[in-house]
């Protein structure tokens, strides 16, 4: 086990991770932006180091910056959590050639797997179903061709990205040749990477995603699956565990697809694949996160094993003592993710102080944030604030429990999607388990 850990993130993932290497007795050290200077969570760790100014690109994006601060900390491994270098195979990749490990994958697995032409090859390879669409990248003109031949609508995606960016849905060929040159640019801005690929767009769909853990050895296990299909412009916004409205037949079939795949991958490390779920219950494989979700939280309440710490074990050689029959999910386990936007204005990012702040509690809940009484919102980063899980024994005792919380947690001045999250836990459509991933554009 590592005894000095760098954690190259913020806000409530970073604590999270502190939080996991205390109870494994690994110290820690935190880097920050002078932007984060303040934030209360530095002083859980034993070290930290500021890197440089507010804006990303100059601080937890500056891999130059976090491989000094890394070396000068003395650390032997990396924990890059979610969203900035996590799928970063170049960052992995100099992690390690400076004998500094990257608590992930290896940088060859985040490469397939994070280039969406190339997985869905590896998916075809391991008989996970696929939907229609190109086998590679495509100019306009093939595009056209492509949509033609598989049908209208198809949906645009980035070949290197995620996260919504780069995609865009088409209906017909003058919004397919509109959705290219928006798509493309957009994927250029994102990820330096303008190739795009379609595939048929499967209307009224559920995201269903699987949780992976797999170590150096070869072993290889599931943790069941995750309903994400709550979203606002491919963004999620309600998780849960198990998926309402799918049979276990498919679950398990979701379930043996996900191993197939990453067995095929010869991924170590913890990861998520993601699908798609048509309404007969038929599913295609969508893509594969290579870290550690914002959403699983869900999954560790169902089950009782701890992500975090079974990916610092993986990254550090150890071999998963857990087999598959030992993962029981128990119960319904929901996550709201608290964004400082306002729904009611397109979910326009709310930057400022908070004044006023009584986060949530009681049996059944878990509330994981960085944020209190005065602590300042910044434009610079991610709008989520915080995560409101809660795990009780039935669906329905999740949704009461759920709007119980919801009730209780007050924050202002900030405008918060906790509004439209109280609406969506009293929807009759939600409450039925009958949504799909436009349901949140189309019902508010």
Request: aromatic share 6%; proline share 5%.
């Amino acid at each position: 086990m590592f005894s000095r850990i760098l954690v190259a993130n913020r806000g409530e993932i970073a604590l999270r991770i502190m939080r996991a290497c205390r109870e494994l007795g690994v110290q820690t050290v935190v880097v920050y932006s002078q932007e984060d200077a303040d934030a209360a969570y530095l002083e859980m760790a034993d070290d930290a180091i500021c890197i440089g100014p507010g804006p990303a690109g100059e601080s937890y994006l500056n891999i130059p910056r976090i491989i000094s601060a890394a070396e000068i900390a003395d650390v032997q491994a990396i924990h890059p959590g979610y969203g900035f270098l996590a799928e970063n195979a170049h960052f992995a990749e100099i992690c390690r050639s400076c004998k500094i490990e990257f608590i992930g994958p290896s940088a060859q697995s985040m490469r397939l797997l994070g280039d969406k032409v190339e997985a869905r090859k590896l998916a075809k390879a391991a008989r996970v179903p696929l939907k229609q669409g190109s086998e590679s990248a495509v100019s306009d003109k093939e595009a056209v061709k492509i949509a033609r031949r598989i049908g209208y609508p198809v949906m645009i995606k980035a070949s290197g990205g995620g996260g919504g960016r780069g995609m865009r849905q088409a209906h017909n060929e003058i919004s397919l040749r509109a959705g290219l040159n928006a798509a493309r640019a957009e994927a250029q801005a994102a990820f330096g990477n303008s190739e795009l690929f379609i595939e048929k767009l499967i209307e009224r769909a559920r995201h269903v995603e699987v949780q992976i853990l797999a170590d150096m050895q070869g072993n290889i296990i599931h943790l069941g699956e995750r309903d994400c299909t709550l979203q606002r412009r491919y963004q999620k916004l309600v998780e849960e565990t198990p998926s309402p409205d799918i049979s276990d037949d498919t679950r398990n079939e979701l379930c043996k697809a996900a191993v197939r795949l990453m067995k095929k991958a010869k991924y170590f490390s913890a990861a998520t694949v993601e699908f798609l779920v048509d309404q007969k219950g038929g599913f295609s494989f969508l893509e594969v996160n290579t870290r550690i979700q914002v959403e699983h939280p869900v999954t560790e309440l169902a089950t009782g094993v701890d992500l975090l710490k079974w990916q610092i074990r993986i990254a550090a050689g150890e071999p998963l003592t857990l087999k598959q029959g030992d993962i029981k999910p128990r119960g319904v386990a929901m996550e709201c993710r608290i964004n400082a936007e306002d729904p009611a204005n397109g979910f326009r990012p709310c930057a400022g102080i908070i004044e006023e702040f009584r986060s949530p509690g009681g049996p059944g809940v878990r509330f994981d944030s960085h944020v209190y009484c005065g602590y300042r919102i910044s434009p610079c980063y991610d709008s989520c604030i915080a995560k409101l899980i809660i795990h009780q024994p039935s669906r329905a005792e999740a949704i009461s429990c759920m709007r119980r919380a919801l009730d209780e947690f007050h924050i202002e001045p900030v405008k918060t999607t906790i509004p439209l999250l109280k609406q969506i836990f009293r929807h009759r459509d939600f409450i039925r388990g009958k949504v799909d991933t436009e349901f949140i554009e189309r019902s508010f």
